[in-house]
């Protein structure tokens, strides 16, 4: 199945898994530290009422101040898709809203991914491709989207219970991209 197939199936846990992890993943690139979205991880864990729960937009937030960085004039494209992704993201996780903003994310994520990977050349151009397999993609790119999918398919199958270790991935795929960031700027300096 698609990564578009995926996300028009999700129901609204997955949904906001899916759209946290690309956020969760792209953390580096707003100097936040691993628990950064940890607050908003646990609303989706918990399974004792709505999905992500009344304390979503509280932790919401919280992670917002916390990550609030500079205006983003002059900032490089990578660091103004991450930061319309947090800014993006909706205080009432429901409905077409969490729909489009986890998809909003996804395309986001996967253009930041081409954008620092060394393997896409000097100008990427264009969205990556969700409706097809990661051939042909840059490694890093192609990482991505199995990330992404992955997520998904661990929510559709384990609902609650796929939290953990859709969190698991996420923070593999941080760890990838905070190396990333880390050799790019190195690099420049």
């Not at 908003?40 to 999905?51: E, F, H, K, P, Q």
């Not at 800014?87 to 429901?94: F, G, I, K, N, Y």
């Not at 253009?111 to 409706?131: K, Q």
């Not at 219970?161 to 960031?181: D, I």
Request: some cysteine; proline content about 7%; charged content about 25%.
């Amino acid at each position: 199945m698609s990564l578009v197939e995926l996300i028009a199936r999700a129901d609204t846990r997955g949904l906001a898994a899916s759209g946290l992890a690309c956020l969760d993943r792209c953390v580096p690139l707003l100097d936040g530290d691993d628990e950064a979205l940890r607050p908003l991880w646990a609303t989706l864990a918990d399974t004792s009422g709505d999905v992500p729960g009344p304390d979503w937009a509280e932790a919401l937030a919280q992670v917002r101040d916390k990550l609030a960085g500079p205006d983003a004039t002059g900032e490089d494209e990578a660091v103004v898709l991450a930061r319309r992704m947090l800014a993006a993201a909706p205080a009432e996780c429901s409905g077409p809203a969490l729909r489009t903003w986890a998809d909003a994310c996804s395309a986001a994520s996967l253009r930041i991914h081409r954008l620092l990977d060394p393997a896409a050349g000097a100008a990427p151009e264009g969205d990556v491709p969700r409706d097809a397999g990661t051939e042909g993609l840059p490694p890093l790119v192609a990482a991505e989207l199995r990330r992404q999918a992955g997520v998904l398919e661990l929510l559709a199958g384990h609902g609650a219970a796929g939290v953990r270790p859709a969190l698991e991935v996420s923070t593999e795929g941080r760890r990838v991209l905070r190396a990333v960031v880390s050799r790019r700027a190195r690099g420049r300096g």
